[in-house]
């Protein structure tokens, strides 16, 4: 089946540092990918997304690349700010299609210090 | 911008009382959803419904569980009995229709249903 796998957090680093959160998945086909945030006290909001292989989402200076290779959508950025202090969730959908469900990852916590 | 609303935000319950929780997706959306999220784990898919019937649905979404979009603007999720296992934060989501949506989900704020 499918399955998204991220790294464990939680990730404490100081503010303007750089930030990776390790993302790889497990599909069939040409599945569409997804990295959704939670802050404290709220739901999912879409942070950025890729729709096939070597497309690079980006949004608030975050980006991930879809790299089919290596079945992986790395999130990067490269001067963190105490607000983004949350949990980032990668997720895929498998067919791209508006039934699909959503898989996701554990999430990562992520804590910026000031 | 529109969003995806959800009442109430807790819901509090015996074990083995029916509940319903309620779900406004975005208005020009088509495809709704139910996740739930247990304390600590990942959010899970429940359901998905379009057109007035159900599309997808997970293992989780046994006979206890059930959807619904009663009117034009509703979406709910009623769960018949419920369990100290369905105590989770349940979120709303939706989506358009197209290629540029790409399945591209709005989520609600959340439900939080703890279950006594």
């Known amino acids: 089946g499918n399955s998204v796998t991220q790294m464990e957090g939680p990730v404490t680093l100081s503010e303007e540092a750089f930030l990776t959160i390790n993302c790889t998945y497990t599909a069939t086909g040409y599945p569409s990918l997804f990295w959704y945030v939670q802050y404290p006290g709220e739901g999912l909001q879409l942070l950025l997304k890729a729709t096939k292989a070597d497309d690079k989402g980006s949004n608030k200076g975050f980006e991930a690349t879809y790299r089919k290779e290596t079945t992986s959508f790395h999130l990067e950025k490269g001067s963190v700010q105490v607000s983004d202090s949350a949990v980032y969730f990668c997720?895929?959908?498998?067919?791209?299609?508006?039934?699909?469900?959503?898989?996701f990852g554990k999430g990562t916590h992520l804590i910026i210090q000031p | 911008e529109p969003e995806v609303t959800q009442t109430p935000s807790h819901q509090v319950t015996q074990m083995g009382q029916e509940v319903i929780l309620r779900c406004v997706p975005i208005?020009?959306?088509?495809?709704f959803y139910w996740y739930r999220q247990i304390l600590g784990q990942k959010v899970e898919f429940l359901v998905s419904?379009?057109?007035?019937?159900?599309?997808?649905k997970s293992e989780i979404f046994d006979d206890q569980f059930s959807v619904e979009r009663p009117d034009g603007s509703n979406f709910t999720l009623k769960i018949r009995s419920t369990k100290l296992e369905d105590s989770a934060m349940y979120f709303c989501?939706?989506?358009?229709?197209?290629?540029?949506?790409?399945?591209?989900?709005?989520f609600g704020p959340g439900t939080r249903l703890t279950v006594l």
């Open positions: 208005s020009n959306h088509l495809y």
């Open positions: 419904f379009y057109n007035n019937e159900i599309s997808e």
């Open positions: 989501a939706s989506t358009g229709v197209g290629a540029a949506s790409y399945n591209e989900q709005f």
């Open positions: 997720a895929l959908s498998a067919t791209g299609g508006g039934a699909d469900g959503l898989t």
